[in-house]
């Protein structure tokens, strides 16, 4: 927690949480569409950022939205059918994005059909697209993440390389029974973000929880601590049994 833009906020629960989520969601949609006529967000996969995804295509949030002007992108992606449980845009399509009146031109998935090294190369020149010069991806309104019991976020798992600086990566990892195959962003990309959220609940993460924020700076065995934005807003959403070990 060195750097002055982070911040560490405690919520009673998983809903508590998520609502505060969708609030801070609505507010940087605002203010990225009026400083520069769009809102580019990266969504997270996993099952922490549900409720949020089902609460922005309810009102009030999804009133407060303007979609026209939203671009999503994914963080990362497991290398399973599009209409596959596992897959990230799947869960993104049916809690939130099927729901509300976004251009399908704005929906930006990661081919997860594709080999992964080929789904990382496209991926690549997606980013391009968006790019904010002199960078070769754009600097993202909002980044949503999450982190697994073992400090990984997105797909960069511990162990992987921590210098890595292509926007994105193929990627193999084992993690509970979820697919192997991924996509992913990597930090340089994360980094250079406007704001980036991490959402964290459950009582099987309050240990790595608590030393990724207080710990060692350990990148390589904590890859939640490679995401450090050089020029942006860095928020830890934490409920209450992710928090018990501080
Ligand atoms: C993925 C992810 C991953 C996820 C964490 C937390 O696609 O697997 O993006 O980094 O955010 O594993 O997952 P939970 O929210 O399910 O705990």
């Not at 009133?63 to 992606?77: C, R, V």
């Not at 599009?82 to 939130?96: G, H, P, S, V």
């Not at 292509?166 to 195959?181: C, D, E, G, I, W």
């Not at 973000?193 to 991490?198: G, H, K, T, V, Y």
Request: glycine content about 6%.
């Amino acid at each position: 927690m060195a750097n002055l833009r982070s911040q560490l906020r405690l919520f009673d629960n998983l809903n508590s949480l998520s609502l505060a989520a969708a609030e801070l969601f609505v507010q940087s949609a605002a203010r990225a569409t009026v400083e520069h006529g769009r809102f580019l967000v990266a969504l997270s996969g996993g099952t922490t950022p549900t409720e949020l995804y089902e609460l922005l295509a309810q009102l009030p949030y999804r009133a407060k939205i303007d979609w026209e002007h939203l671009h999503a992108f994914w963080g990362d992606e497991r290398c399973v059918p599009i209409d596959d449980l596992e897959n990230n845009y799947r869960q993104a399509r049916d809690t939130l994005l099927s729901r509300v009146r976004l251009p399908s031109q704005n929906i930006h998935r990661i081919e997860s059909g594709l080999e992964p090294d080929q789904a990382a190369e496209d991926y690549a020149r997606v980013l391009k697209r968006f790019s904010t010069p002199p960078l070769d991806w754009p600097r993202f309104d909002l980044v949503l993440l999450g982190m697994g019991e073992d400090g990984h976020t997105a797909s960069l798992f511990p162990g992987s390389e921590v210098n890595v600086s292509s926007p994105t990566l193929a990627v193999t990892a084992y993690y509970q029974n979820r697919p192997a195959s991924r996509v992913t962003l990597t930090p340089v990309v994360f980094n250079s973000a406007r704001r980036i959220i991490f959402l964290v609940s459950g009582e099987s993460k309050s240990q790595t929880l608590a030393n990724v924020l207080y710990g060692g700076h350990q990148p390589e065995q904590l890859p939640a601590q490679r995401i450090q934005p050089t020029d942006g807003e860095l928020i830890w959403m934490v409920d209450q049994t992710a928090a018990s070990k501080f």
